[in-house]
C-alpha cells in the first residue's frame, strides 16, 4: 500500500513535470509570435523601402499652367 507521505511526494514531482512542461509550452508559443512579429516587420519595411525608392525615381506630375486670356 501506498503511504501518504509516497503519494505527497508523487503528487509534488507530478505537479513540478506539469510547470515545467507549461513553461516549455509558453516558451514556444512566444518564440512563434516572435518569429511571425519579426517576419511580418521584414515584409512591411521591404514593402515602405520598394514604396519609396519608386517615389524618388518617379518625376513629379507636371502641373500645366493657366492661361489667362486678356
Do not use: W
Not at 35 to 60: C, D, G, I, S, W
Amino acid at each position: 500500500m501506498i503511504s501518504d507521505q509516497d503519494q505527497q511526494r508523487a503528487e509534488k514531482r507530478f505537479k513540478q513535470e506539469e510547470r515545467a512542461r507549461d513553461g516549455r509550452k509558453a516558451i514556444t508559443e512566444y518564440e512563434t509570435q516572435a518569429r511571425a512579429t519579426r517576419a511580418k516587420t521584414e515584409r512591411l519595411k521591404a514593402l515602405r523601402l520598394a514604396k519609396e525608392a519608386q517615389a524618388n525615381t518617379e518625376e513629379p506630375p507636371v502641373k500645366k499652367a493657366k492661361r489667362r486670356d486678356k
